[in-house]
């Protein structure tokens, strides 16, 4: 796959398969071993390693022998919106320190927000940056352009997304691309630097990026 062109990958999708348990199963039980030798190996040819989607106890066992940065892609924070796709403090603890990010996710459902507003991810941003700092946060936005057919196949797939805590379903919006610009006036508003706003546009990424590819 790295041969192909592949740099980033997953370890599971909200359930098991054969590296680790995802976010959405009924257990917790980590890597398999086959799935340690492939963290081992994402690092030896230069792969990021995502945690986003994957089991909490996955996460941090991949962060324990993780020789790279890892990241969440596209994640949130549990501690806002406890939610199964949302990260522990712990897991932003532990992810900052390989020297990783976290993308905040723009997804309504993982942000307790149907309209998914501006305000509710600068929210996660602040967070992660203020516990971890600025260099360890960026964005994931998570954006698909047909909500209705998202929500659709969620419905098909109830094992894969199940519903939190038995709640009803809600349907809502996406993090439009446009709101970038109301992210960063809410950065300024909150008075930080350039710098730190540039991180989280992406050079935050971009640095993990540099380390870790080959």
């Known amino acids: ?21 995802g ?7 980590g ?7 492939v963290v081992r190996e994402m690092n030896r ?28 892609s596209h994640s949130n ?14 897991q932003i603890d532990a992810c900052a320190a390989t020297g990783g990010g976290i993308g905040i996710n723009g997804l309504g459902e993982f942000l307790d927000d149907v309209e998914a507003s501006s ?16 260099r360890h946060v960026g964005l994931g936005s998570d954006y698909v ?9 969620v419905g098909d797939t109830a094992t894969m997304w199940p519903d939190k805590e038995g709640a009803p379903r809600r349907r809502t919006a996406f993090s439009q691309p446009e709101q970038v610009y109301e992210l960063v006036e809410l950065m300024l508003r909150a008075n930080w630097s350039e710098q730190d706003i540039r991180g989280v546009l992406g050079e935050n990424f971009l640095r993990i990026c540099d380390a870790v590819w080959q």
């Open 119 to 134: 305000e509710s991810i600068f929210r996660h941003i602040d967070y992660v940056a203020q516990r971890v700092g600025v």
């Open 77 to 90: 924070v549990h501690s806002i919106v406890p939610h199964y796709r949302n990260i522990k403090d712990d």
């Open 145 to 153: 352009q047909d909500v209705e057919q998202f929500w659709d196949w």
């Open 45 to 72: 040819v230069g792969m990021i390693v995502d945690g986003t989607h994957s089991g909490y106890r996955s996460t941090m066992e991949a962060m324990e022998i993780c020789s790279a940065p890892f990241i969440f």
């Open 31 to 37: 890597l398999s071993r086959w799935g340690v030798e």
């Open 1 to 21: 796959f790295y041969r192909l062109g592949i740099r980033h990958a997953l370890l599971a999708y909200n359930v098991r398969n054969t590296v680790a348990d």
């Open 23 to 29: 976010c959405a199963e009924r257990t917790d039980s």
